[in-house]
């Protein structure tokens, strides 16, 4: 009985001493808290699950920056940690061992790109504090990012980008990103100061004391280059002789921009100049630096934003050698948006070339798809100046000229005259009771419905002699048949017309074109105003645009066409306005204009090409200083050139009117249709 009772008691003594006995460390609990960390990126709890001497040889702060600078910086997202062995098998190595490599496979995502790679995490066996067993993980820097190091850096790179550029339809720059000359003076270089600074200031345009005055800052120094003044890189021939000829004379070739067909394009392209402060505070958070040049005017300013693009941010992994091992991630384009027209820059030359001195606008317009391939001003100026740096005394010459080059006309509005004529015509036909073979008597300058108008009366330019109808008045520009004719088609019907052809739509182009009105407050309630409309005058007003838009109609089929200007590569938007007999049967009118020896169009004629015209006069102000408009548009019938030609020039008082104008038209014609 005793020495079953002992025997018992050894028992109990082993089972007690075998249930205190604590469970070894699992090192699979480091393991699988890590990997919980690392896709949650807990950078922190990361750091405190690393083995002593990773601990000792990186600091926490530094770990974690490490982490967050690339995690959070491009960013890497979705994070994923496993291991490439059974759980079984890995427990099993474990066992008896101070450290093993764990097989793991490593994953994150990068905007749409999933880096994947694979390599062997090790897991220490270390004595805590108390005297246990416990495993950690080594640190390793493939546990950071595939190919990884400790010397690598992150680093984020601005770039500013290149201004997109403008085209014609032919691919040919209206502005571009070129090169400028960069003019001064190295004060060192200098041999005879005075033949020196006279020289350069006669090639300038500068004054010797500005010039004097900038060799004198406190800030230059005998190696210093002075600069005097940006010109175009065409004057790279003068600026290297003078080099040569005057020593201390320099240049330097810089990036700028450039406008390469000068006048041509100027209203239509605009140009670029530096910011203002305020606009400097808007574009700083951005990236922009204070020297970055914003659209001033034209397509230049409009389309700012596209042109201008976006600073592109680049992350890298940079060596301890400072060069790139990979580039993480690309953020904005190089460059900004290039902007492709439908504008014909030879088409656009051509026309400037025939306003030659005058001033007005002119435009060419595709009436099948509503192409603008050209848009003209005159006078106009050089875009390049604004760039290169105008002085002071040459702004305020461009300001008082009495000729206006840096007035837009072609978005201003002008009393259009008798080319709004095919208009009333078109409008007519499609009233009621209104018959065109009607006519009225062609004898007599003057007309007025009654006494009721008192002193006022229309007055013809050209009396036909012969009973006039509606062809008749076409072919004369009858101002008394058309005063007649709005007065039977009545101010509503006149009104909701010519709306229909656009008059009074407001522009779409962006371009700030003022909007066309019938008259100043959208009615025609007074008789006489209701017929000066009828033949152009009264208080309608038409940019340049507006006609030709509404010739469309005219020259396809009664459909109306939206008018573009940029390339958005789309068709235009397109609305019948008229029936397509109506159309063709006003076609024929204009025909007439040109073709028969009494019409006001008939120096167009040219042979070989089907034309249809209609010429306008039409006056501004009253008494002595009242200005004359003479306008000519033509619509022409080819398969190549499906095109409208419109033109309009002020002042032709004495100059044989609307004629002065068809003859430029006629030598355009000729000139860009062959």
Same mark, same amino acid.
């Given at each position: 009985?005793?020495?079953?009772?002992?025997?018992?008691?050894?028992?109990?003594?082993?089972?007690?001493?075998?249930?205190?006995?604590?469970?070894?460390?699992?090192? *699979?609990?480091?393991?699988?808290?890590?990997?919980?960390?690392?896709?949650?990126?807990?950078?922190?709890?990361?750091?405190?699950?690393?083995?002593?001497?990773s601990r000792q040889n990186l600091n926490k702060e530094e770990y974690v920056e490490r982490y967050e600078r690339l995690y959070e910086t491009v960013p890497l997202t979705d994070t994923k940690l496993e291991p490439r062995m059974e759980i079984f098998d890995i427990e099993k190595? *474990?066992?008896?061992?101070?450290?093993?490599?764990?097989?793991?496979?490593?994953?994150?995502?990068?905007?749409?790109?999933?880096?994947?790679?694979?390599f062997?995490?090790?897991?220490?066996?270390?004595?805590?504090?108390?005297?246990?067993?416990?495993?950690?993980?080594a640190f390793d820097p493939l546990l950071v990012y595939r190919n990884y190091q400790l010397t690598d850096t992150i680093e984020v790179e601005e770039k500013l980008p290149e201004r997109g550029e403008i085209f014609d339809r032919n691919g040919k720059g209206l502005a571009i990103?070129?090169?400028?000359?960069?003019?001064?003076?190295?004060?060192?270089?200098?041999?005879?100061k005075p033949a020196t600074v006279s020289a350069l200031s006669e090639a300038l345009g500068l004054s010797v004391e500005h010039i004097e005055k900038r060799l004198s800052l406190d800030w230059v120094k005998e190696d210093t280059f002075v600069d005097m003044k940006r010109?175009?890189?065409?004057?790279?021939?003068?600026?290297?002789?003078l080099r040569l000829q005057y020593p201390g004379i320099t240049y330097r070739v810089i990036k700028g921009r450039v406008y390469p067909y000068k006048e041509a394009a100027a209203h239509l392209v605009g140009y670029v100049g530096l910011v203002s402060q305020e606009e400097y505070e808007q574009l700083k958070p951005e990236g922009f630096p204070l020297d970055t040049r914003v659209g001033r005017s034209g397509l230049e300013s409009l389309y700012e934003e596209d042109l201008r693009g976006e600073v592109s941010r680049s992350v890298h992994i940079l060596d301890a050698a400072?060069?790139?091992?990979?580039?993480?991630?690309?953020?904005?384009?190089?460059?900004?948006?290039?902007?492709?027209?439908?504008?014909?820059?030879?088409?656009?030359?051509?026309?400037?070339?025939?306003?030659?001195?005058?001033?007005?606008?002119?435009?060419l317009v595709d009436y099948k798809t509503g192409e603008v391939l050209a848009l003209v001003n005159a006078p106009s100026y050089d875009p390049n100046a604004f760039v290169l740096g105008l002085s002071q005394e040459e702004y305020t010459a461009l300001q008082e000229n009495p000729d206006k080059p840096l007035l837009n006309r072609y978005t201003r509005l002008y009393a259009p005259g008798s080319v709004v004529k095919p208009l009333t015509?078109?409008?007519?036909?499609?009233?009621?009771?209104?018959?065109?073979?009607?006519?009225?008597?062609?004898?007599?300058?003057?007309?007025?419905?009654?006494?009721?108008?008192?002193?006022?009366?229309?007055?013809?330019?050209q009396s036909p002699g012969i009973p006039v109808d509606l062809r008749t008045a076409m072919i004369y520009s009858d101002n008394i048949y058309f005063a007649q004719t709005a007065l039977k088609i009545g101010e509503e019907n006149l009104i909701k017309g010519l709306e229909r052809f656009g008059i009074g739509e407001e522009d779409s182009t962006g371009l700030g074109f003022m909007t066309s009105q019938v008259s100043n407050d959208g009615t025609l309630s007074s008789e006489i105003r209701l017929a000066d409309t009828g033949y152009g005058q009264g208080q309608m007003l038409f940019n340049a645009l507006t006609l030709p838009r509404a010739y469309t109609a005219i020259a396809d089929g009664g459909i109306l066409k939206e008018l573009m200007i940029v390339n958005e590569e789309r068709r235009p938007r397109e609305t019948t306005v008229i029936k397509e007999e109506t159309a063709e049967t006003v076609k024929s009118y204009m025909r007439d204009v040109i073709v028969q020896p009494e019409g006001s169009g008939h120096m167009a004629n040219l042979p070989g090409r089907v034309l249809y015209g209609k010429t306008g006069t039409a006056e501004v102000g009253s008494g002595d200083s009242y200005l004359t408009l003479g306008w000519f548009s033509v619509i022409e019938e080819s398969e190549s050139r499906p095109f409208i030609t419109t033109m309009m020039v002020e002042d032709v008082k004495d100059r044989g009117l609307s004629g002065y104008v068809v003859e430029k038209v006629q030598r355009f014609l000729t000139a860009y249709g062959q």
């Open positions: 009985m005793k020495k079953s009772l002992l025997v018992l008691m050894g028992l109990s003594l082993i089972i007690f001493s075998g249930c205190s006995k604590e469970e070894p460390h699992d090192p *699979m609990e480091t393991f699988y808290a890590y990997q919980s960390a690392f896709e949650r990126q807990d950078f922190e709890a990361m750091y405190e699950l690393l083995d002593e001497e190595e *474990m066992q008896s061992k101070d450290s093993m490599k764990v097989p793991v496979n490593l994953s994150m995502k990068k905007e749409d790109e999933t880096v994947a790679y694979s062997d995490a090790t897991l220490v066996k270390e004595v805590d504090e108390e005297e246990k067993d416990s495993y950690r993980l990103n070129g090169e400028l000359l960069w003019v001064g003076i190295v004060p060192g270089r200098i041999i005879d010109v175009s890189y065409e004057e790279l021939d003068t600026f290297e002789s400072g060069k790139v091992k990979e580039t993480l991630k690309v953020m904005g384009e190089a460059k900004g948006k290039d902007l492709h027209l439908h504008i014909d820059i030879d088409a656009q030359m051509a026309l400037l070339k025939e306003l030659g001195e005058d001033r007005g606008t002119a435009s015509a078109a409008i007519a036909l499609e009233t009621q009771d209104f018959d065109p073979n009607d006519t009225i008597s062609g004898t007599g300058d003057t007309w007025q419905k009654d006494s009721s108008w008192g002193s006022y009366s229309v007055r013809r330019i």
